[in-house]
């Protein structure tokens, strides 16, 4: 984790799903079920969203690229893809001309994050991505075959998302670490992407909660005239929601995890969704749904860690914000 906030840091993330949409349909389906605004996405752009049923519960989050006007590609969570190929394709009934085509085991994923990933790259590989800003795709010529580069991340640093033909993935892996990038398990990338407070679907929101109370609704398009999921979110943003997803980290030692309670004024008021130590903060730091009234910044809360109450206090997400 260290070696990503200060060079770079490369991840095998080959497991998450990688969908194409070709067709004049394409984006007429990924606007219906996404709710993100995706007839206006450009050619070279990602957006990131969600997937909602139709009560607006977050089926998965995901981030859509158009590569061209009627080709798009999206990247899912791995332990969802045969759930979003199957509920995608249930939403199709009305929609035309578009064909998808799951590329997850044609293809790699590998993650080049840090301050220094761009320099490595051009290292690496003689592809300068320099102007390549955040949130654009782009693919490149390299050594007989074709490489997508996207400045997107889960880590809280800058750095690239890179799928390519799978039989040349250990080719860019090798090139990259020869060349200084430090080999990172997924276990480091959990601590960095909770670190920079990015949510974990199935730990820090499933199809139970709403991007409202996950505290995403800034990747809800609202001018939208319909998505799937519309009618209840736009109903929960008049009315208001008890329940929110907190960050906190912890005043003594001590490590949350997953599913430890929480407490104040002697109560359990939620549990943990996501929870780690921060080697950056070289502190515990956490993430839970707790009631409004628990919820501002500064509040005292405790931890039950093995039947110990460690304290805690509300703070700000993100954790941990990297300099421009």
Not at 147 to 165: A, L
Not at 172 to 194: T, Y
């Amino acid at each position: 984790a260290r070696g990503v906030r200060h060079g770079t840091g490369v991840f095998d993330v080959s497991h998450m799903g990688r969908l194409r949409f070709l067709g004049v349909g394409a984006e007429v389906l990924l606007d219906k079920i996404l709710t993100r605004n995706i007839l206006s996405l450009r050619d070279g752009r990602a957006r990131y969203g969600f997937l909602c049923n139709e009560n607006g519960g977050i089926i998965d989050d995901v981030v859509v690229s158009r590569m061209s006007s009627d080709e798009f590609m999206l990247v899912c969570n791995a332990g969802n893809r045969h759930h979003v190929i199957k509920w995608i394709e249930q939403q199709m009934q009305d929609i035309r001309d578009v064909e998808i085509t799951d590329l997850t085991n044609r293809t790699g994923m590998i993650a080049i994050q840090g301050p220094t990933a761009v320099d490595l790259i051009i290292e690496a590989l003689s592809i300068d991505l320099t102007d390549l800003r955040k949130f654009r795709v782009q693919e490149y010529s390299y050594a007989d075959t074709v490489i997508t580069f996207s400045r997107t991340g889960y880590t809280g640093e800058d750095g690239f998302e890179i799928i390519i033909p799978a039989e040349h993935a250990g080719m860019l892996w090798s090139k990259f670490v020869a060349d200084g990038a430090i080999p990172c398990g997924l276990g480091a990338r959990d601590v960095l992407r909770l670190e920079a407070g990015l949510l974990l679907h199935g730990s820090d929101m499933d199809i139970t909660k709403t991007p409202l109370e996950a505290g995403l609704n800034r990747f809800v398009n609202w001018n939208k005239d319909y998505f799937i999921g519309c009618e209840p979110l736009r109903e929960l943003k008049e009315t208001g929601f008890d329940t929110v997803l907190a960050g906190f980290h912890l005043l003594d030692k001590g490590i949350p995890r997953h599913e430890y309670p929480i407490w104040a004024k002697g109560e359990a008021i939620g549990e943990v969704t996501s929870g780690t130590y921060s080697p950056t903060l070289d502190m515990g730091i956490g993430l839970g749904y707790v009631s409004r009234e628990f919820a501002d910044v500064g509040t005292k809360i405790a931890i039950e860690i093995r039947g110990n109450m460690i304290d805690a206090q509300i703070v700000n997400i993100p954790f941990y914000r990297r300099e421009k």
